[in-house]
């Protein structure tokens, strides 16, 4: 039995939900409501402790962390689609960019959504339900992220953000000008983690990724919302989790 908890199909939550569709897995989806503060209830952090979404539920084992959880699944599912190289060079490869997500691109778009969302839902609270709430999230450093959004964050980061956003763009733009895929002819875990941050962008961002600056990564973002996986995805998240405001992306 598979039970995944995530915001959605949206940001970090995106991986492991795209990757259990494209696998064809059966599972349970349960929607944490940023809104109401879900992931930082007592039932949810007996699930994981530090009170972040994704968490995988398999047989009673709990895997956290959205990139681990797409490879657990190449592991523990070695009959499904694969979506991991079988040529170790490949893998490599694939690796290097879910780590480069993971470490870098996520966390300057993750800045700059918090601004712009989560900024003005931390400060529809009041003093005392906004302390009520911290002090409810077990990670130190998300306390200071939701202080920071409430109080807006400075425009020396911001700006900083900015720039590491236009690198990613830059370097993306730039991979996929020399293939279909980050990781070469084959679609994989490394599109799909990317994906999760890089899909709306040409909306979000759009005065660095529209059809003109930025054609190859345009028509990736493309390639993989026409998916049947990823249209399915999207069309049972839609119909499954309720109308809500939008969640952390980190």
């Keep these: 039995m598979l039970t995944l908890y995530s915001f959605g199909p949206a940001a970090n939550s995106l991986k492991p939900l795209l990757a259990l569709y494209e696998k064809g897995i059966a599972f349970t989806p349960r929607f944490i409501d940023p ?21 995988l539920d398999h047989d009673g084992h709990i895997i956290t ?6 490879e657990y699944l190449e592991d523990a599912f070695p009959d499904a689609p694969r979506l991991r190289p079988a040529d ?15 470490e870098y691109f996520c966390w300057c778009v993750s800045t700059i959504g918090w601004e712009r ?57 730039n991979r996929l000008s020399q293939s279909p895929w980050l ?33 190859h990564l345009v028509a990736w973002i493309e390639r993989i919302n026409a998916r049947p996986a990823a249209r399915e995805m999207f069309a049972r998240s839609q119909s499954e989790m309720p109308s809500r405001a939008p969640a952390p992306t980190a």
């Design 35 to 55: 809104r109401k503060f879900e992931h930082h209830e007592e039932w949810f952090k007996k699930i994981n402790p530090r009170g972040q979404v994704p968490a």
């Design 117 to 173: 969302m989560i900024g003005p839902m931390a400060r529809a609270l009041s003093d005392s339900e906004f302390e009520e709430q911290l002090e409810r999230i077990p990670v130190p450093e998300q306390k200071v992220k939701w202080r920071n959004a409430r109080n807006g964050f400075q425009k020396e980061v911001l700006d900083e953000e900015m720039r590491k956003i236009g690198v990613s763009v830059d370097r993306l733009e």
């Design 65 to 70: 962390e959205s990139t681990v959880i797409c």
């Design 183 to 215: 990781a070469g002819e084959d679609y994989t875990l490394a599109d799909i983690c990317n994906f999760a941050i890089a899909n709306g962008m040409q909306h979000g961002f759009a005065e660095i990724v529209n059809r003109d600056a930025t054609p």
């Design 88 to 102: 170790p060079v490949a893998t490599a490869e694939m690796r290097v960019w879910t780590k480069w997500v993971d």
